[in-house]
């Protein structure tokens, strides 16, 4: 089982930058592929970024690509989201997630989650 807990959201204005955090505990971390998802208000949930086991691959959703960034390091359980000239449609509660499956853009293939980190951005 892993437990998740992000970190790093706030209040960024528009343009800027912001890198979440995503605390994992347990010692099978580094066997699931992670994601990132973001929910903003009286929307569904919906895919942002994907990291493999080992961070070989990496997955976008075409809104985020070239501007946000994908990481993890397996030694200190922890995935990283490197958010750059955001915008103010970036708004949302941005939540990580393990899964151990190759579907990595169906939030319904994920079986840990975190409770979310909120992401405000001003124009």
């Known amino acids: 089982q892993v437990q998740l807990v992000e970190s790093g959201g706030g209040l960024v204005q528009a343009g800027g930058s912001l890198r979440l955090s995503c605390a994992a505990s347990?010692?099978?971390?580094?066997?699931?592929?992670m994601g990132w998802f973001r929910q903003a208000p009286g929307k569904a949930r919906e895919f942002v970024a994907a990291?493999?086991?080992?961070?070989?691959?990496?997955n976008y959703a075409d809104s985020v690509k070239g501007q946000f960034t994908v990481s993890r390091y397996n030694a200190k359980n922890t995935l990283y989201l490197q958010m750059n000239k955001v915008k103010p449609e970036d708004t949302a509660v941005y939540y990580c997630?393990?899964?151990?499956?190759?579907?990595?853009?169906?939030?319904?293939?994920?079986?840990?989650w975190g409770r979310g980190t909120q992401v405000t951005v001003s124009s």
């Open positions: 347990g010692r099978t971390f580094g066997s699931y592929t």
């Open positions: 997630a393990a899964t151990d499956t190759a579907q990595v853009m169906d939030v319904m293939m994920y079986d840990y």
């Open positions: 990291i493999s086991w080992n961070g070989d691959s990496t």
